[in-house]
């Protein structure tokens, strides 16, 4: 079933409903339908791997030279593996309850709640979806904000040169906002995942793009200056104050933790993976190939960011005007950022539009403003539907998001708050509370003990991150006027 097709009418019905006969040969009918009576799925190690990777090396890769800045040569990549670590290992018991009961042919969780509620239920589920829905409207302010960002780092880029570097090249972020809203407005009538397949290759492509670039000119950067900047221990006290150097840290944590954020739509990816193999089974293949790739990636990223740069890393690698030449260079890696931004926004936007349109149709399941399909037919193209309800609701909220980004244009705090935020829940707790559940680890053995030191750990890291980000969000509200944010 595609997200956001009448729930009311394909969720539940038999194969019959679909045209094939209730006496067909149910080997001839496992052709066209998976065991749940869906669609067969198609997805694979690398269509998984895709997702995932348009999901992950996203915006938080731009900010890990700054994250390493603050914390020096030895915690910074020390933490980056410790993410990464606890990344991979929370997402393989996350994809272990894909599938209640028989991990082969057990009942399908179609969303991350789901599982939820299948393995923990009660109220736990509601804390979940707020805290899980939440964290999606964050991460596409978060988004909305750094496309906006890249889009005017290639106006200033250019202006830069022009001018030689004399015109400071000052310019107001609402319309690169607004822009990039409308964009997200007509991609975001795209029904569901199983039809964004070539959109995550694309924004993975441009990740790998303007990742690549940022390597580069790091790597560069070391070389022009004949040494390795940075320290130990990261950005010296004079540099910043010591109660700035300790909000810093605790937000870069919280930066690295955005930039490894991914568990939360891991279910929903899942959901278009075919079998056999199991789910599971390719989901663990598909998420060590994506950590490895995308912590490969951070780790040189950062590292040779900091090397650059030092305690003057920018916030943002390719917009904070570390570098200003090539400048045709740092135009394409800012058009590649903005391209995987508007990919990735719908990616992680998929599951919300999802959960709102499948409560409106358990709501309202007579409403044909809710429910029913309009077909259009344009000449010379193929015929499609739009749903009015649909066309609606995701409009609002590329609305809701763009107006908050233009109050809150915050790139760092906003970045290190939202990984705060999410990911001691979604991406540790609640994977660790479902797999003990799944497969009932009795109360105080070794492995549920280890499985509780790994959530509390988390919890404190979270909670410093959290702080760390809200002080820096405090500072900048009070030298940013609504509307009216110039770079």
Avoid at 138 to 154: D, R
Avoid at 296 to 306: A, I, Q, R, V
Wanted: glycine share 8%; charged share 15%; hydrophobic share 45%.
């Amino acid at each position: 079933m595609k997200m956001g097709e009448n729930t009311a009418t394909k969720n539940h019905l038999p194969p019959q409903a679909f045209g094939v006969s209730v006496d067909a040969d149910p080997q001839s009918d496992s052709k066209w339908f998976d065991d749940d009576g869906r669609p067969k799925r198609t997805g694979n190690v690398w269509t998984a791997s895709a997702h995932i990777i348009t999901a992950v090396i996203g915006s938080g890769v731009l900010s890990l030279a700054w994250a390493i800045g603050q914390l020096g040569w030895i915690a910074g990549p020390a933490v980056m593996l410790l993410f990464s670590f606890v990344t991979y290992y929370t997402s393989i018991l996350l994809s272990a309850c894909y599938r209640s009961g028989d991990p082969d042919n057990g009942k399908r969780n179609y969303t991350y709640m789901e599982a939820v509620r299948a393995n923990l239920g009660g109220v736990k589920v509601k804390i979940c979806g707020f805290v899980q829905y939440v964290n999606l409207f964050g991460v596409a302010i978060g988004y909305t904000i750094a496309s906006s960002i890249s889009m005017m780092a290639i106006k200033r880029s250019n202006c830069f040169h022009q001018s030689g570097g004399k015109d400071p090249c000052r310019m107001n972020a609402n319309p690169y906002m607004i822009g990039f809203g409308i964009a997200e407005i007509l991609l975001s009538q795209i029904p569901g995942f199983d039809q964004l397949h070539w959109l995550s290759l694309v924004a993975a492509v441009m990740s790998f793009t303007y990742s690549t670039i940022g390597l580069g000119l790091g790597i560069g950067k070391v070389i022009e200056n004949k040494r390795v900047r940075g320290s130990l221990t990261g950005i010296s006290v004079g540099t910043v104050t010591q109660t700035q150097k300790i909000w810093r840290s605790f937000q870069a944590l919280g930066d690295v933790a955005f930039a490894y954020s991914y568990s939360v739509i891991l279910i929903e990816i899942q959901d278009t993976v075919k079998a056999p193999p199991s789910e599971a089974k390719t989901m663990k293949k598909a998420t060590l190939i994506s950590v490895v790739v995308t912590t490969l990636f951070y780790m040189f990223c950062g590292c040779f960011g900091y090397a650059a740069f030092g305690d003057q890393s920018p916030g943002n690698l390719l917009t904070g005007f570390g570098f200003y030449n090539p400048y045709w260079l740092l135009d394409i890696a800012n058009t590649a950022i903005v391209i995987h931004l508007v990919g990735a926004y719908q990616v992680y936007c998929q599951p919300l539009f999802a959960f709102i349109e499948k409560e409106a149709a358990r709501r309202f399941p007579d409403s044909d403003f809710v429910t029913k399909d309009i077909k259009i037919s344009i000449p010379g193209l193929s015929a499609f539907n739009i749903n009015l309800f649909r066309m609606v609701s995701r409009t609002i909220f590329v609305v809701l998001t763009t107006v908050i980004s233009m109050l809150l244009p915050f790139f760092n705090d906003i970045v290190g708050l939202l990984g705060a935020f999410g990911f001691w829940p979604l991406t540790v707790y609640f994977p660790v509370e479902m797999y003990i559940s799944q497969k009932k680890i009795p109360k105080w053995s070794t492995r549920w003990l280890c499985l509780q030191i790994l959530s509390v750990a988390c919890l404190i890291i979270t909670i410093a991150a959290a702080a760390g980000s809200i002080a820096g969000v405090i500072d900048d509200v009070k030298t940013i006027k609504p509307f009216k944010t110039s770079y």
